[in-house]
Structures are given as C-alpha cells and as structure tokens.
C-alpha cells in the first residue's frame, strides 16, 4: 500500500501502488477472446468490463470517505479502480460484487468502455438503413417553394407503385438549384415525424395544383442548414426530379454523384479506392 501524502492528494485516500493500477489497464485491455459469428466469422473481442486491485486497509466502521476517492469512483466511471480488502473488512467487496451480478448482463455489458471506431461503424451501419429523400423545388417558384416548406414544414410527391421506401423516409433533404440567392446543391435538411396519403387537392400551397394526383405528404421537423453542403463538381448536373439516398449517404457524400452511394459495402470501396489512389498501394 501506497501510504505517502502525495497519493493521499492525488486519489483521495491511501491505495495500492500507482503500477498496480496501471497493470490493471494493461491486462483488461489485453485479455481477448476469439468470438465467431456468421456475420463476420471470427474476430477478437475484449471481455473484460471490471479490473479493482485489493490492498490491504482497514476501514473504521461507518467511515465512508473511501467512496469519496478516485479509486472508488473510477472502477464505475473507467472500469478500474481499488478496493480496500481485509479477512475482517470484507464489505465493500461484497457490495462491488453484488452491485455488478445485479446488473444483469446487459446492463454491465453497458458498462464496457466502447471503441470509438466500434460505435462509429455501428451509427454508420444504422445510418446505411435510412432512407432519404432528396427534394427538388417548384420552377418556377423555387423560392417561394422554400419559404412555405420552412413555413409550413411540409414535403409532398405524388405516391408511386415503385417506390415503397417513400412510407419509411426518415429525413428530407433539398435541392437548391441554380438561380437562388445562395450557392446551389443539397443545402438543407429535416427529419420526417409523419407521412400520410392525401389527394393533391388537401395540401393547402399559395400555388394552384396542376393535378389531383394521391400524394405522400411528409410532416418535417425544423428545417435546418446541413452542417456540410453537398455541391455539383463541374460536370454535374440535377434535373428537376427527386433522388433518393440513405443518412450515411448524405453525411458522406462530397459530390451529387456520391449522393447515390446508399450503403456500406458502396462506401467501404469508395474509400479503399481513394486510399489506393492516394498512397499508392499496391494490391492484386
């Protein structure tokens, strides 16, 4: 046991050797296990949520100043921490022990420091499934087009047989085109709360409908600037009719022409050409 003033200071309360410590970060993130699965066969995985070093310290009864510390907070906070441990002092121990198999499973795994490549493959995987629609406005009257879907926070296109992702749209993109009074490209978004079906004639516009055809009207959350505009490389070029993408798509996408790259596997290749161009590699 560490008994210096200058560890007292630095974690509270007295404990076990600062290398101690250390050599539990070391071993919890070094023990792996081989997991196989028939989505991605077999790979290694971290096992360990928990690391606490035992030293010998005997508490006096009803002091809880050792809750207080860092080695205490920190086996909930980072997964490794210290207990003090006696034959005749057992009971904080125990109530580590008990707190964790409680749990249950799930909640202790919650308990798992994640990999931040880990959570960013998994919120891409989850973005790959949601479809996005990217809106065109009227011409003429692409302006006032927009203004009444900030406005009224509404989207519509007619209803087609074709395209049953147009009943599972989670976000609406739009098109600014050429003309407007700022630079042209996908430059806004919303996410969809609502869709329903309705004849052409129900959507009240300050424009008159050309057609009673049955529409998918999308009831939208705020209508916000993307944080990175997509624009048009210098050979590209929108008509006046919608596209769809998926979220990854449109967080991802540079160019119009990436817009159309939906899914992982797309997006994965994408890269690995980049790199190869860029660097040099050699494959075969």
Known sequence: MDATEKYRQQFGT?????????????????????????????????????????FPLNLIEGDTSFRDSRLWK??????VGAIPTLPSNCGLLKEWILTSLRRGGWSLADKAIASLADEKARDWRVAASEPVLIGVLRSP???????????????????????????????AALYIPLGMQEPNGIR???????????????IPTPWTARRNDSMVLYQLGPVRALEKPIGLSSDETMSGHWRWTTRLGLQHAQTLSEVGLETEPEWRLLEWLRADASFGLKTK
Do not use: C
């Open 141 to 171: 009257g692409s302006a006032e087009h927009l203004d009444w879907i900030k406005r009224e926070r509404m989207y519509y296109q007619p209803r087609t047989k074709s395209q049953r992702r147009q009943f599972f749209v989670k976000q």
């Open 188 to 202: 806004y978004v919303a996410d969809v709360e609502h869709i329903e079906v309705v004849d052409r004639s129900e």
């Open 74 to 79: 920190s086996i909930d906070h980072i997964g």
């Open 14 to 54: 007295f404990g076990p050797p600062v290398d101690a410590i250390n050599v539990l970060h070391r071993y919890r993130d070094a023990i792996l296990e081989l997991e196989r699965s028939e989505a991605q066969g077999e790979s290694l995985k971290r096992s360990v949520v928990q690391a606490v070093a035992l």
